[in-house]
């Protein structure tokens, strides 16, 4: 995988899955589409054959993105990101602007560091007709848990 020279330009994207972090450069300008590419490529990279028990899908469309439903608590619930899907020439005046714009980090009301959580496709558990629920998100937050105290004892003592 050919690396990209950084620039002022390219943000720097989180993508997390269960206790997983990958850190993405991209441009803002990117189709979500190939950032699904770009991520499934560097997992392979690495030769992880499989996260949190899902195995790599063979196809970037079966990565699923999601978002914070509050980007102030990225540790809470995790809401689909909708990438819109490319049209034929039938469309409606003005509905070309916003799904080109809807289909980058961009348009998507991304910036620079953002959080998304990715998953897999997997048809056996992201049926309706089982009766599962096809929006869980399997994300694990660092946290900072200081057993002993001494962190507390020092912050107090000051």
Known sequence: MASEKPSPQHWTL????HKTTILLLVSPHDSLSSIKEKL???IIATQVVEINGQPLPSDPDHV?????????????????LEI????????????????VLNATP???????????????????TDADDLGMDKKTWTVIMPTFDDEDGSQMKEIEAV
């Open 14 to 17: 989180r993508f997390k899955c």
């Open 40 to 42: 499934l490529q560097a």
């Open 84 to 99: 819109p899907e490319p049209e034929d020439d039938n469309r409606k005046k003005g509905s070309k602007k916003s799904g």
């Open 64 to 80: 699923i993105f999601g978002v914070p439903a509050d980007t102030n608590e990225p540790d809470g619930s995790w809401i689909e």
């Open 106 to 124: 961009m348009g998507a009301g991304l910036k620079d560091g953002s959080v998304l959580a990715f998953r897999f496709h997997d048809e056996a």
